[in-house]
Protein backbone atom coordinates (compact mmCIF):
# COMPACT_ATOMS: atom_id res chain seq x y z
CA UNK A 1 0.00 0.00 0.00
CA UNK A 2 1.44 3.23 -0.93
CA UNK A 3 0.80 6.00 1.88
CA UNK A 4 1.49 9.83 1.64
CA UNK A 5 0.53 13.00 3.43
CA UNK A 6 -2.29 14.13 1.37
CA UNK A 7 -2.82 17.54 3.06
CA UNK A 8 -1.80 20.04 5.46
CA UNK A 9 -4.38 22.02 7.33
CA UNK A 10 -2.84 25.84 7.66
CA UNK A 11 -4.71 28.78 9.78
CA UNK A 12 -4.91 31.92 7.63
CA UNK A 13 -7.20 34.96 8.57
CA UNK A 14 -8.71 35.58 4.93
CA UNK A 15 -8.71 32.96 2.23
CA UNK A 16 -8.87 35.19 -0.45
CA UNK A 17 -5.62 37.34 0.75
CA UNK A 18 -3.63 33.81 1.29
CA UNK A 19 -4.41 32.41 -2.29
CA UNK A 20 -3.23 35.57 -3.93
CA UNK A 21 0.01 35.45 -1.54
CA UNK A 22 0.77 32.14 -2.07
CA UNK A 23 0.40 32.09 -5.80
CA UNK A 24 2.19 35.21 -6.17
CA UNK A 25 4.69 35.02 -3.69
CA UNK A 26 5.55 31.53 -3.91
CA UNK A 27 4.18 30.27 -7.56
CA UNK A 28 1.87 28.08 -5.96
CA UNK A 29 -0.95 26.56 -8.12
CA UNK A 30 -4.93 26.28 -7.05
CA UNK A 31 -5.76 22.86 -6.85
CA UNK A 32 -8.96 23.26 -5.20
CA UNK A 33 -11.68 26.40 -4.42
CA UNK A 34 -15.24 25.44 -3.04
CA UNK A 35 -17.26 27.90 -1.44
CA UNK A 36 -19.72 26.08 0.89
CA UNK A 37 -21.09 28.98 2.75
CA UNK A 38 -20.66 32.29 3.20
CA UNK A 39 -18.01 31.48 5.60
CA UNK A 40 -16.68 28.14 4.75
CA UNK A 41 -14.31 27.07 1.68
CA UNK A 42 -12.01 24.12 0.75
CA UNK A 43 -9.11 25.61 -0.47
CA UNK A 44 -6.37 23.40 -1.79
CA UNK A 45 -2.93 24.56 -2.94
CA UNK A 46 0.12 23.23 -3.53
CA UNK A 47 3.59 24.18 -5.30
CA UNK A 48 2.25 22.29 -8.63
CA UNK A 49 -0.82 20.98 -9.69
CA UNK A 50 0.37 17.79 -9.32
CA UNK A 51 2.21 17.78 -6.18
CA UNK A 52 1.11 14.66 -3.23
CA UNK A 53 1.62 16.94 -0.65
CA UNK A 54 -0.58 20.16 0.08
CA UNK A 55 -1.84 22.79 1.54
CA UNK A 56 -5.75 23.18 3.14
CA UNK A 57 -6.32 26.54 3.99
CA UNK A 58 -8.63 26.82 6.90
CA UNK A 59 -10.22 30.31 7.91
CA UNK A 60 -9.77 30.76 11.46
CA UNK A 61 -12.82 31.57 13.18
CA UNK A 62 -12.65 31.29 17.05
CA UNK A 63 -10.06 33.62 19.04
CA UNK A 64 -8.15 29.96 19.77
CA UNK A 65 -7.87 29.41 16.13
CA UNK A 66 -6.69 33.44 15.42
CA UNK A 67 -4.19 33.51 18.49
CA UNK A 68 -2.65 30.37 16.28
CA UNK A 69 -1.96 32.04 13.08
CA UNK A 70 1.67 32.14 12.42
CA UNK A 71 2.40 30.40 15.22
CA UNK A 72 1.17 26.95 14.37
CA UNK A 73 4.93 25.30 15.09
CA UNK A 74 5.83 26.74 18.30
CA UNK A 75 8.53 29.84 16.61
CA UNK A 76 9.95 26.52 15.00
CA UNK A 77 10.08 25.82 10.73
CA UNK A 78 6.99 24.58 9.83
CA UNK A 79 6.65 23.50 6.06
CA UNK A 80 10.25 22.64 3.96
CA UNK A 81 9.96 23.76 0.23
CA UNK A 82 11.90 21.53 -2.03
CA UNK A 83 13.65 23.06 -4.77
CA UNK A 84 15.65 21.81 -7.72
CA UNK A 85 17.22 25.49 -8.01
CA UNK A 86 17.59 27.76 -5.15
CA UNK A 87 19.30 30.62 -6.59
CA UNK A 88 16.52 30.99 -8.93
CA UNK A 89 13.86 30.51 -6.73
CA UNK A 90 15.35 32.37 -3.92
CA UNK A 91 15.54 35.13 -6.19
CA UNK A 92 12.09 34.80 -7.23
CA UNK A 93 11.01 35.11 -3.59
CA UNK A 94 12.93 37.81 -2.89
CA UNK A 95 11.57 40.18 -5.91
CA UNK A 96 8.03 39.14 -5.07
CA UNK A 97 8.79 41.09 -1.61
CA UNK A 98 8.75 37.54 0.69
CA UNK A 99 10.55 37.98 4.17
CA UNK A 100 13.88 35.80 4.82
CA UNK A 101 14.71 35.87 8.24
CA UNK A 102 18.09 34.90 7.04
CA UNK A 103 21.06 34.85 4.32
CA UNK A 104 21.35 31.25 2.61
CA UNK A 105 23.55 28.87 4.44
CA UNK A 106 24.66 25.68 3.13
CA UNK A 107 24.22 22.86 5.05
CA UNK A 108 25.56 19.07 5.00
CA UNK A 109 21.86 18.30 3.33
CA UNK A 110 21.10 21.11 1.06
CA UNK A 111 21.30 25.16 0.71
CA UNK A 112 19.04 26.53 3.30
CA UNK A 113 17.10 29.87 3.95
CA UNK A 114 14.14 30.61 6.50
CA UNK A 115 11.50 32.68 5.49
CA UNK A 116 8.15 33.53 6.06
CA UNK A 117 4.79 32.93 4.84
CA UNK A 118 1.98 35.38 4.58
CA UNK A 119 0.97 34.71 7.94
CA UNK A 120 4.11 34.49 9.48
CA UNK A 121 4.95 31.01 9.52
CA UNK A 122 8.66 29.85 9.35
CA UNK A 123 9.42 27.62 6.08
CA UNK A 124 12.73 26.57 5.25
CA UNK A 125 13.10 27.30 1.17
CA UNK A 126 15.95 24.03 0.66
CA UNK A 127 17.81 22.54 -2.22
CA UNK A 128 18.57 18.92 -1.31
CA UNK A 129 22.70 17.87 -1.44
Known amino acids: MKRHIAQIALLVADHDEAIAWYARALGFAVV?????TAD????VLAPSAD?????????ATTD?????????????VLL????????RDHARMLSEGVHF?????HEAYGTVAVFEDICGN???LLQPA
Open 32 to 36: EDISF
Open 40 to 43: RRWV
Open 51 to 59: SETRLLLVK
Open 64 to 76: AEREQIGNQAGGR
Open 80 to 87: FLHTDNFE
Open 101 to 105: RESPR
Open 122 to 124: AWD
